[in-house]
């Protein structure tokens, strides 16, 4: 059956949406504290954790259902059906700011929560004392949370507020912006293929069908941007080394080098000058006049293998115009953020021996031991892979995992904003 065909009976789907609004929901799993980092390597991420911090582990974490292709596309239709019933039912109220709600309280505004939470099934009506923020609001915010990649603490804290508040229309008009996106990507997925999703800021390697590893990754800045891409990754440098951007060159390091004359050195990084016959030659660094604006145009930095090496033991290659790819950081501590767009625009992955792995196993030679025995070793070396496997980029702010559970997360490059739906749904008859 075509797909057109099947939008057309949809409108028998959401007929059905009173019974399973209630799927809609998932169930935040234990958070954990974030680990501090090595103070020699804050220039990579000047950010400096909370030991307090604490994170979401996502449902689609545990899921093997994989976001793209028809197992991503259909829930996604069916989920825009029964937001269009709450849409038809009246929607939601908004819920006003103040002091945080929190487990034990008594507050005017609770039925209001209790009702937004009704709403998108995150947790059944109770009887008892409306304005109570008993157990039951308790878990039923924690699940809003954990499925709008937020801290699940079941804090009614100022973020949250503002996540319950956004109108059905929007969250509706998202899952139809995230539609578009998948149906353009659908057809071309071959067995096996590793999926980045830019705004879930996490990357899924697939292989028949079924999520094989699903790991958290690091994007861009918002001024730093992971772009959108589909390639096909065909070989991964073990103990890469790390050659500069000019932008990071003159943004990030010139600052430090000229702080700190000493700074190259002790990262391991070195100067590097074109010659003119095509080859390049170092530098003493203690030769240059880095006061001068330009100075990264006339040079090169590479920073070779080593601990602090800014792409950590690994680095995955795919051919593309924007000088993107993924790789390892020595700077782990982030993985345990729930927002994690700091890099500038390379995409680092958490447990990234895990995935380097995966992708060699076409690769006769290339076993695990023998991964992590030239990683051990600090040798570079150039792995292609014996068969190269697809690479997509998407930036997908809603998408349905297992079980029906309906996933949102923020616009962090206000992408969804500039984008038209194309994808026609119907219309839920009152």
């Given at each position: 059956?075509?797909?057109?065909?099947?939008f057309?009976?949809l409108?028998?789907?959401a007929?059905?949406?009173a019974?399973?609004?209630?799927?809609?929901?998932?169930?935040a799993?234990?958070?954990?504290a974030?680990?501090?980092?090595?103070s020699?390597?804050?220039?990579?991420?000047?950010?400096a954790?909370?030991?307090?911090?604490?994170?979401?582990?996502?449902p689609?974490?545990?899921s093997?259902?994989?976001?793209?292709?028809?197992?991503?596309?259909?829930?996604?239709?069916?989920?825009?059906s029964?937001?269009?019933?709450i849409?038809?039912?009246g929607?939601?109220?908004p819920i006003p700011?103040?002091?945080?709600l929190?487990k034990?309280?008594?507050d005017?505004?609770?039925p209001?929560?209790r009702?937004?939470l009704l709403?998108?099934?995150?947790?059944s009506a109770s009887?008892?004392d409306?304005?109570?923020?008993?157990?039951?609001v308790y878990?039923g915010?924690r699940?809003?949370?954990?499925?709008?990649?937020?801290?699940?603490?079941?804090?009614?804290?100022?973020?949250?507020?503002?996540a319950?508040?956004?109108?059905?229309?929007?969250?509706?008009?998202?899952?139809?912006?995230?539609?578009?996106r998948l149906?353009?990507?659908?057809?071309?997925?071959?067995?096996?293929?590793?999926?980045?999703?830019?705004?879930?800021?996490?990357?899924?390697a697939?292989?028949?069908g079924?999520v094989?590893?699903?790991?958290?990754?690091i994007?861009?800045?918002?001024?730093?941007?992971?772009?959108?891409?589909?390639s096909?990754?065909?070989?991964?440098?073990?103990n890469?080394?790390?050659?500069?951007?000019?932008?990071?060159?003159?943004?990030?390091?010139?600052p430090?080098i000229?702080k700190?004359?000493?700074?190259?050195s002790r990262?391991g990084?070195?100067?590097?000058?074109p010659t003119g016959?095509g080859?390049?030659?170092?530098v003493?660094p203690s030769?240059?006049d880095?006061?001068?604006?330009a100075?990264?145009?006339r040079?090169?930095?590479r920073?070779d293998?080593?601990?602090?090496n800014?792409?950590g033991?690994v680095?995955?290659?795919?051919?593309?115009t924007?000088?993107?790819?993924?790789?390892d950081?020595?700077?782990?501590?982030?993985?345990?953020?729930?927002?994690?767009?700091?890099?500038?625009?390379?995409?680092?992955?958490?447990?990234v021996r895990?995935l380097?792995a995966w992708?060699?196993e076409?690769t006769?030679?290339?076993?695990?031991?023998r991964?992590?025995?030239?990683?051990?070793?600090?040798?570079?070396?150039?792995?292609?892979?014996?068969k190269?496997?697809p690479?997509?980029m998407l930036?997908?702010t809603?998408?349905v995992?297992e079980d029906?559970?309906?996933?949102f997360?923020?616009?962090i490059?206000?992408r969804d904003?500039r984008?038209?739906?194309?994808v026609?749904?119907p219309f839920?008859?009152?």
């Amino acid at each position: 059956m075509t797909r057109r065909r099947i939008f057309k009976r949809l409108g028998l789907i959401a007929m059905r949406a009173a019974v399973l609004v209630a799927a809609l929901c998932g169930v935040a799993s234990s958070a954990y504290a974030a680990s501090s980092y090595d103070s020699e390597s804050q220039w990579i991420d000047p950010w400096a954790p909370s030991s307090q911090l604490q994170v979401t582990t996502d449902p689609a974490l545990k899921s093997t259902v994989p976001m793209l292709g028809d197992a991503g596309f259909w829930p996604v239709v069916r989920a825009i059906s029964m937001y269009r019933q709450i849409q038809n039912w009246g929607g939601w109220e908004p819920i006003p700011q103040g002091e945080q709600l929190r487990k034990g309280m008594h507050d005017s505004r609770v039925p209001l929560l209790r009702k937004r939470l009704l709403a998108t099934g995150d947790m059944s009506a109770s009887e008892g004392d409306q304005r109570s923020f008993d157990q039951s609001v308790y878990d039923g915010l924690r699940r809003f949370q954990s499925r709008h990649g937020l801290v699940p603490d079941g804090v009614g804290g100022r973020g949250t507020i503002n996540a319950l508040n956004v109108p059905v229309e929007k969250r509706i008009r998202q899952l139809e912006v995230n539609l578009n996106r998948l149906s353009k990507i659908a057809p071309t997925l071959g067995p096996r293929y590793v999926f980045v999703n830019i705004a879930g800021q996490e990357v899924e390697a697939v292989e028949n069908g079924e999520v094989v590893i699903r790991k958290r990754v690091i994007v861009g800045k918002e001024d730093r941007q992971t772009p959108e891409y589909t390639s096909k990754i065909n070989f991964i440098a073990l103990n890469p080394y790390w050659n500069v951007p000019l932008s990071i060159a003159t943004k990030d390091l010139l600052p430090k080098i000229k702080k700190n004359p000493k700074f190259l050195s002790r990262m391991g990084m070195k100067v590097l000058k074109p010659t003119g016959s095509g080859g390049e030659v170092e530098v003493d660094p203690s030769t240059i006049d880095w006061s001068d604006p330009a100075v990264t145009s006339r040079y090169r930095l590479r920073q070779d293998p080593s601990r602090l090496n800014s792409l950590g033991t690994v680095k995955i290659n795919f051919p593309n115009t924007q000088a993107v790819y993924l790789h390892d950081t020595p700077v782990k501590s982030l993985f345990g953020r729930n927002a994690r767009n700091f890099s500038s625009g390379c995409v680092r992955v958490e447990e990234v021996r895990d995935l380097v792995a995966w992708l060699l196993e076409e690769t006769p030679g290339w076993d695990r031991p023998r991964i992590d025995r030239v990683i051990t070793s600090g040798e570079h070396m150039d792995v292609t892979l014996a068969k190269t496997v697809p690479i997509y980029m998407l930036y997908l702010t809603a998408w349905v995992g297992e079980d029906g559970v309906v996933n949102f997360r923020d616009d962090i490059y206000k992408r969804d904003a500039r984008a038209v739906p194309k994808v026609t749904t119907p219309f839920v008859p009152n």
